[in-house]
């Protein structure tokens, strides 16, 4: 078991999953002096993260945020292995970031159990999905927090820490004091489908996608209207496309079954562009041309 009293570098965390939202909470967490293991069951995603991470600290050193030293030492602190008990044996912090499938969420929770320490911390990296029904298969539920990071990690400030209500208040402090030091701003909020920033940021992105479909303006316009009208740094299309339309579908429908509010329905020209493969700038066209 951990020796480690508390949430403070260079404690091991552990992080599963090593796809966008992965890699990025693994390479914040090597700058800030935690010691991190990264799991994933895909050889290729971990050489992939491994990759990114280092153009990413590699872009830090030429804009001056980084020295070279410190982007060396923070990448010499990702351990990456497909071995989920090398991962999470010794880690104080285990934070989950795979797919947005509460049924994959809760079998990796339920497989941590035996595996971790007793007394780790257990966080799930979801934008809307309940965080009491993934505790449910945790071994020790009240232990699990819901911390909501936004991509792309390295670069967006705000972390959602969530609280279930049956979640132990030291366990949410303690993600919200962990999400500081990695510079981050934490907001905490009670456990319900679409948390604070979702079920706002969603509605808004539908709004704009049905003002697209009834040819109310491009959706360049739309989004300068945010942006220069409500000074938005980025316009709500925009934003949709660099989520991914098939994650924005995802959400929409869950957040319309969750809640049954009509405007959560999502509008024809999502639906038409998912089914294209037009999901934003991973495939190259969305609400935009990303090809160029």
């Known amino acids: 078991m951990s020796t480690c009293a508390s949430i403070e570098p260079p404690c ?19 700058v800030a002096g935690f010691t991190v293991h990264l799991t994933d069951t895909r050889a290729e995603a971990l050489n992939t993260a491994r990759t990114r991470i280092a153009d990413n600290l590699s872009g830090a050193l030429q804009r001056g945020k ?8 923070a990448l010499r602190r990702i351990t990456t292995s497909p071995d989920l008990r090398a991962a999470v044996q010794t880690a104080r912090l285990i ?5 947005e499938d509460i049924g994959v969420k809760r079998a990796i929770f339920a497989a941590i159990g035996g595996l971790a320490p007793a007394d780790a911390i257990v966080a799930t990296n979801t934008s ?12 020790e539920p009240a232990r699990v927090v819901g911390m909501h990071f936004f991509n792309p990690v390295h670069i967006m400030k705000l972390v959602e820490i969530v609280a279930h209500t049956n979640a132990d208040s030291e366990c949410v402090s ?10 981050k701003t934490p907001i905490v909020v009670r456990d319900s489908p679409g948390f ?6 969603v509605t808004l992105g539908l709004e704009a996608m049905r003002m697209v479909q009834e ?3 491009s959706a360049k316009d739309i989004d300068t209207a945010m942006e220069l009208g409500y000074g938005h740094p980025m316009g709500p299309l925009r934003v949709s496309d660099l989520v991914g339309l098939d994650v924005r579908l995802h959400i929409a429908e869950y957040l319309h079954r969750e809640l049954k509010a009509p ?18 700038k991973k495939s190259g066209r969305g609400f935009y041309d990303w090809s160029s």
Not at 12 to 30: E, F, L, N, S, Y
Not at 263 to 280: M, N, Q, S
């Open 95 to 99: 934070i989950e970031a795979v797919v």
């Open 196 to 201: 604070a920033s979702s079920r706002l940021g």
């Open 128 to 139: 809307a999905l309940s965080i009491a029904s993934i505790a449910e298969a945790a071994r």
């Open 66 to 73: 980084l020295s070279r030293e410190d982007a060396d030492a």
């Open 12 to 30: 091991p965390i552990a992080v599963i999953g090593a796809g966008t939202m992965g890699h990025g909470i693994a390479q914040v967490a090597a």
């Open 263 to 280: 405007h959560f329905e999502p509008p024809r020209i999502l639906r038409e562009k998912v089914a294209k493969g037009e999901l934003g």
């Open 174 to 183: 303690a993600a919200a004091d962990f999400a500081q030091q990695l510079g």
């Open 215 to 217: 040819g109310v303006a």
